[in-house]
């Protein structure tokens, strides 16, 4: 297994739809992140997630509304979104929030492209 | 904004050359790196220099960190084809908690 798992890798969904994205690490990591990856933009930080609580919501639209079970998983549910949602999404890990400061390194997943029609 | 900001957008090389790319960025720092990103995969992370840090080598990689202009660049010698890649630079700042903000990135491509 891969440190980080994005599932599914292509997504094509309507507006009106419901669908979630998921990842999976297993680095052992207490932090996890969404980050949003759009065409000639830089990479958008979209939600923190420490120890299971959010600690960042990055003035992201409610039509995404993520969920974090326990410190290895990581879900974005999708709904109603427009077509300028379409874009690549990446979730990362770190060791934790406090790690960050000194080593600095995210682990990232694949990506899940998604597209809106 | 913390965002920061690669310099060139784009960089097409022989295999061989040297590459160089730049990045600048907005506000005080607590560390810099860089990372690689091939065609629509995930980000994978190179290399990491700390605000109190001039320079720093791996492999063929080396960084420099100007913190009086707020700048870094990323030299790849002796580049390969394998090189063929999207570059970031992301900067890790402390804003109520650690923040990692990414740029643009440059596409560096390799010509065999």
């Known amino acids: 297994e891969t440190g980080v798992t994005q599932t599914p890798r292509h997504l094509v969904m309507g507006m009106t739809n419901k669908k979630s994205l998921k990842c999976e690490q297993h680095?052992?990591?207490?932090?996890m992140y969404w980050y949003k990856q759009s065409a000639k933009k830089p990479l958008e930080l979209m939600f923190v997630y420490s120890l299971e609580e959010r600690v960042e919501n990055n003035s992201v639209p409610s039509r995404f509304s993520p969920e974090c079970p326990n410190s290895s998983h990581l879900f974005l549910h999708l709904h109603t979104l427009q077509p300028e949602d379409s874009a690549l999404y990446l979730c990362?890990?770190?060791?934790?929030?406090?790690?960050?400061?000194?080593?600095?390194?995210?682990?990232f997943g694949e990506g899940s492209r998604l597209t809106v029609l | 904004s913390q965002q920061g900001e690669e310099d060139p957008q784009a960089l097409s090389i022989q295999e061989g050359e040297n590459a160089t790319m730049n990045c600048s960025y907005k506000t005080s720092i607590n560390n810099l790196q860089w990372y690689r990103q091939n065609s629509g995969r995930g980000l994978v992370h190179l290399i990491l220099i700390r605000s109190n840090e001039r320079e720093k080598h791996s492999g063929r990689l080396r960084v420099t960190l100007d913190t009086s202009k707020k700048s870094s660049s990323l030299l790849i010698t002796a580049s390969r084809a394998a090189d063929t890649a999207s570059y970031f630079c992301?900067?890790?700042?402390?804003?109520?908690?650690?923040?990692?903000?990414f740029g643009i990135g440059t596409k560096l491509q390799v010509i065999p």
């Open positions: 680095l052992g990591h207490n932090a």
């Open positions: 992301a900067s890790s700042y402390s804003g109520g908690y650690q923040k990692v903000t």
């Open positions: 990362a890990s770190s060791q934790d929030l406090i790690q960050l400061i000194i080593a600095g390194e995210l682990f």
